[in-house]
C-alpha cells in the first residue's frame, strides 16, 4: 500500500486588493523601497533652495550615503553647496547619513499631457468643406469647361 496521507483542506481564498498583494514578501519589498525614498524624497527637496529642488530629486539612501541625481553639472555644483544642510536634514529625520553623493542624469521624461479636445465646426465650416471636398460636375478631366 502506498502512504498516500490527503493534505488538510485550506482556507477559502479572497482576492486580495492591488497594493496589498504588491506589498506582499517577498516581492513586496522593491516596492516598499521605492515608496520609502520617494517619501523620503519628499521630505528633503522642500529644504534645498527653490531652483535647485526641480532639478534634484534623491534617488538612493544606503550605507550612509544619500544619492542624489541632478540633471545638469551646474546642479551638482550647487547641490555640493548645500550637502551639510541636507546631512543635518537627514540626521534630524534619524537617517545615519554621513555622505552626499551627486550625479547627473538627464530628467525624467514626463508624462504626456493629453491635447485638448477638437473644437466642433460651425455649420458654414462644414458647409464649405463639403462644397470643396465634392466632385466637380465634369467627369472627364480633358475638358477644361471652357467651351468654344
Not at 3 to 18: Q, T
Not at 20 to 29: C, T
Not at 103 to 126: D, F, G, N
Amino acid at each position: 500500500m502506498s502512504d498516500f496521507k490527503p493534505k488538510p483542506p485550506r482556507p477559502p481564498s479572497s482576492p486580495l486588493p492591488a497594493l496589498d498583494a504588491l506589498l506582499a514578501e517577498p516581492a513586496g519589498d522593491p516596492i516598499r523601497r521605492a515608496m520609502w525614498l520617494d517619501g523620503l524624497d519628499r521630505r528633503l527637496r522642500p529644504l534645498l533652495p527653490d531652483p535647485l529642488a526641480a532639478h534634484a530629486r534623491l534617488a538612493n539612501f544606503e550605507n550612509g550615503r544619500l544619492v542624489f541625481l541632478v540633471d545638469a553639472p551646474v546642479w551638482r555644483a550647487k547641490l555640493r553647496l548645500a550637502t551639510p544642510e541636507l546631512l543635518g536634514a537627514a540626521r534630524s529625520l534619524g537617517l545615519a547619513a554621513t555622505e552626499v553623493v551627486i550625479k547627473t542624469a538627464p530628467p525624467m521624461p514626463r508624462p504626456m499631457q493629453a491635447t485638448a479636445p477638437a473644437i466642433p465646426l460651425s455649420a458654414a465650416a462644414q458647409l464649405a468643406f463639403k462644397t470643396a471636398l465634392a466632385p466637380s460636375e465634369s467627369s472627364d478631366p480633358s475638358d477644361s469647361g471652357d467651351t468654344a
